[in-house]
């Protein structure tokens, strides 16, 4: 019996932890082959290349697809966008892919969409119908309508996805993959490694043992400018806090730039004692952080999606994760010093975090193989109204 | 006073009578200032090359971008693509225009919406919310969520904006400038030019003086091979009608290859006596043309708009125009022969065709520059639910 | 034992004749492994597709590239090059051949030397060191440059690499493949099918079996803007002579639609009763069709290699072929009507046109294949003075 | 009377110190129009903005071309130069200018000799002839044989230029602009700034006043996997002779994170006190720098032309310089801290380091802008033998 053969598309490294568990059920399932593409950042060493830890899980890549412009403006994010159609263009029509993942929100996911349904290609999209702040929220509902088939994370996402007019059919609220990952953790949290030992980075040695925060905070592409004076209240606002603090450099984005220099100004000027940077984790032993430490703080969806599920208290700064559905993990806060102090003090006693099921039970990698192996593909489609 | 920057990109030959009257008012404005952008097919002679036209109308071209990559299959659309994404980037970096108008539906204007959005710059969406057949349903829909301020053409268009989440605030219904100049024919409906005799062309001298059809098919590119056998089928019938027939040359698309090598096809084996074949006409004229014809056959959104206002009867064929709103001038008919011949014969026969406004009332040109200078612009955009 | 991988990049028609046995003896010699890319025009219909004759040939495409941008002016034959460059790069990166071999002095060759040397690929050129008269003249002497193994042929060429610095050790006169192909029509010349019943073509059934011209003319691209008028005069020449004619229109390149207008026009107008048009043939009956034809007209360099070779007369016409080597089969004419009618008429009459084998005596392919399995190839490179 | 449109392309910050004086002459000269036109590194802010320079020296900018490729490995230098050529095509179509000017030998220059040269735009190539170690090798060689003039800065290079096979009346020796300025500092040599008050960078408050090294030390580009290996050499050296330092990072370059990686592992692991590194400086700052310092170290061709002529005492590590003509300033060490150690001593004791003009007599710009508005330009060439 043959096979139909599922391309995905994986361009930055925290796709691969959102996507991970469904690769692994496409893989394993009889009636499916998998394609995986790397692509963009997820091949840059500079924001953490992916490929190691992709290989290291034991997968297969078809292709590896360069395709990232250097430069400090937004103009290089569309010129980015621009190669990725191109080349993956070239990518899908030798890979003949019976259809075409292509994940959430990034800038660069609408070149997977243009490049498959230009070829008429089914596409299929991932997380759609959630409600964010700046260029994603655009890309993201722009994939929903090039998009044959939808895998949503959470019921809200879906009612979104259908009133924007596609057809009920075609519409699964899988829940997150991500969550399959922190289900896994949360049977077991234990913190089994020592994290500066294990991945290096740079900064103080610092003295986690007793309780640490993290921060993950990228830049917000429409706010291009202010970058690094974002960044820096939240810089700030750790160094006040004084308490042990891993801290992850951003994604790459116009302004990526902006944000890593403040990290690298303030670390020359101010020398802070309490923080220890890091490029990037494995899937696991991040959430194995996570799940460990006192507080998230940042702007990353990893608050919105794997601490509520985790129970992870989170203070989230400024626009970026704008409408997505939240738990009662989540404060929210202004790019200013103070609040963020504020809030993080808040959640630091804050006794009534619970565990909640919003973007998934755990099971969504598989629900999305089974949907995939039963579901007949088509490029056809016409607004329901 | 310091003027408004519009761009406008304009990418293929009817893209530009579609914004003709549009570009005039933006022009004369004393509040806005017109950038015009000539790219894509609409800069190449095999497809009839616009910047004659266009430079002839006393407008100033800012700059040309050729982007259009040759090939028979599905690919070289999303490369052209892919190329315009990068190439406009640049150009509106350079241009710096306080908003970006991408037009309608084709599959490169998705291009101009990229390239503007990801920039931060404004983008204005000309046509959305109507229902067609193939990669241009999906490619409208994908710019109307772009977009940060929509000009649609009818009521059931401005509904479906709307539907999909737009801010009502943002969301016109200005009619389509085309019908602004079809105002104008109708005015003056007098064919005052010998076609032959002033666009050449190739084929028979045809007898037209006592009547003539005129035909437009282009290729529907998730059909992409079969439009070699659909051309021969309307080949077929106006070759046995033996009425004497205007025939259009098919724009760029992939499979524009399949027609147009049907066409010369049938021109060397069965040598047509009853048609002459232009690659293309000014708008005027051709709207002259198209009101003194006995029908119009093919699959144009030209027998939807243009001819439901001059109540000229129009044998639509295919998919390609779909649920758009129709008029009463016209009958639906499949790829066949006989079909096509049966609906001629009832269109020539029907003697209650009258004209409609459904896209418009022929004032949209004025109705679209008066919003542009009234309305403040944003490139934050968040879906209304 | 590891065989050495050799890719080999085809981005034309005649690309083809000219390396086919070379592709021939690499596939079947046991130290070599072949990668065959074709890319650019030879992918394209409307240029002679030339895929079909590669894959009847029992060769495997390893991938394909479309590349070829349109345009009627010399911008697209730069961007068709940039992009070249971009999706070569790719190409090679994924394919990992030991040595790349670009072919001549189209101006798309560079991208493949450039794609290949910047990898620390060593890169392979077959046929520099000849002097022609347009852009070729400076690609070809460029590609010399980036280039670390040569295969001319000819003992002129071969000087000439020599004399610009190359390495004596790494450079070879193995003659042309394309004689190759010659050799064995000149054994067996017998014009053993009927042209217009096997390749179709269009123009009139001409009358050929008593004796028959064949023309060739490419554009020359740095005289972009005059290869409508040029070939204007080659058409009115044949015209006048009113002898039987095979036409083959010319290659992609900027002015290819001057030529190919040039030739549509006086097809329409003048409505020649002696030519027959043909878009490209196999190669072994291209070399059957000429060496029973009374003359090659036109500035292919065919006529400066295989009909030295085959010994037929041949009238070259302009610049294309310069200072490259020639046989006692030529005249070279201006592009002037009754320049060119004078000289056919004399070549009609020669007695004295004898085989010459200044471009290799049959057996290029196995001594290429030969060198490349016992050559260390290398990509370091430094000047010789 | 109608100026000369002289279009030159600055790809690098290093490239506009060489060319800085020839641009001032070109725009002072009556009878030539300067377009100028940014691109590539010479944009990225990572790399030293050379925006700011160039526009504080009073030049207009015509365009800027965003083009660089993030990635790790030989095929982003490939992919950068392919969309430099279809970007900077686009620019020339616009600029219309009578001549382009590339310059060197950089990988991306290539780009600049391709858009010009296709599109039939007489290309002026600045400094050919001359000889290195690495890709830069085929590049410049490359350059030489796409260009129609030629501006060399030594009698060797002439000499290299003609034997390849240029024309002798379009081969200038005018030496190097680079000396020109050169010769300003020396007869005003007097180190005027503090250099790390003006210019920041990063690392120790140094020690300079009595008497400094300065290390510039590029990745080679066909060694790439060794270049983090190579400059740990280097930072061992100056690490263990204690000698105040000023260390300038790299350019752009395959194989830039590898030099830029060992710079950074260096500094977190030995935080070596009499170091402190400098991303970029005013060309006039940067000379006033060598002039006054006891030794340059590295590879950059600086120490090959300034400091010959500065007669400021040089170790020139590896074979980036190769064969390029060299003054008695110089010691050639391999990537070997002993060597490199022994030989910084040796130039710190040497007696007899003399000026030398092997590269120019500081008149360049001057002579270069006379050449341009009397000679006429051409686009056509033939080899000369």
New interface residues.
């Given amino acids: 019996m043959s096979q139909k053969k599922i391309c995905v598309v994986i361009t930055a490294r925290p796709s691969y932890s959102r996507i991970k568990t469904a690769l692994t059920a496409i893989k394993n399932h009889p009636k499916l082959e998998l394609q995986l593409v790397i692509a963009g950042?997820a091949?840059?060493?500079?924001y953490g290349n992916a490929v190691n830890f992709i290989e290291n899980d034991g997968f297969i890549i078809s292709?590896?697809?360069?395709?990232?412009?250097?430069?400090?403006?937004?103009?290089?994010?569309?010129?980015t966008?621009?190669?990725?159609?191109?080349?993956l263009?070239?990518v899908f029509?030798?890979l003949k892919p019976d259809a075409v993942i292509t994940i959430a929100d990034r800038?660069e996911t609408?070149?997977t969409?243009?490049?498959a349904?230009?070829?008429?290609i089914p596409l299929i999209h991932i997380q759609g119908g959630e409600?964010t702040?700046n260029?994603d929220?655009?890309?993201r509902?722009?994939n929903?309508?090039?998009a044959d088939l939808h895998f949503v994370a959470s019921e809200e996402a879906k009612k979104?996805v259908l009133?924007?007019?596609e057809n009920p059919k075609m519409v699964f609220n899988t829940g997150c993959p991500s969550i399959d990952l922190a289900k896994k953790i949360k049977l077991n949290p234990k913190l089994d490694f020592k994290p500066i030992e294990k991945y290096g980075g740079?900064g103080e040695q610092i003295n986690w043992e007793k309780g640490y925060l993290v921060v993950m905070q990228h830049p917000v592409?429409?706010e291009?400018n202010s970058a690094r004076k974002d960044v820096l209240q939240t810089l700030e606002a750790i160094h006040e806090l004084d308490i042990p603090t891993f801290w992850f450099w951003p994604n790459?984005d116009a302004g990526s730039?902006g944000t890593s220099n403040g990290i690298?100004y303030f670390r020359?000027t101010k020398k802070p004692q309490n923080i220890h940077f890091f490029k990037n984790m494995e899937p696991k032993d991040f959430l194995k952080l996570l799940i460990n430490s006192k507080c998230l703080i940042g702007n990353s969806s990893v608050g919105v999606r794997e601490c509520s599920y985790l129970g992870v208290p989170t203070v989230n700064i400024g626009s970026r994760q704008?409408?997505r559905q939240r738990g009662s993990n989540i404060i929210d806060v202004e790019y200013d010093k103070t609040e963020i102090i504020n809030a993080i003090q808040n959640r630091l006693n804050a006794k009534d975090i619970v565990s909640e099921s919003i973007y998934g039970d755990g099971n969504s990698g598989n629900k999305i193989a089974d949907i995939l192996a039963t579901t007949d593909f088509t490029?056809?489609?016409?607004?329901e109204?």
Same sequence: chains 1, 2, 3, 4.
């Fill in positions: 950042s091949l840059l060493g500079r292709e590896k697809v360069f395709m990232v412009l250097e430069g400090e403006n937004p103009s290089s994010m569309a010129k966008t621009g190669l990725g159609v191109m080349e263009a070239n029509y030798n800038f609408i070149a969409s243009i490049a349904s230009y070829q008429n409600v702040g260029i929220e655009k890309v509902h722009a929903t309508k090039l979104r009133k924007m007019g740079v592409t429409t291009y790459v730039d690298r020359e704008n409408k490029f056809h489609k016409t607004i109204y």
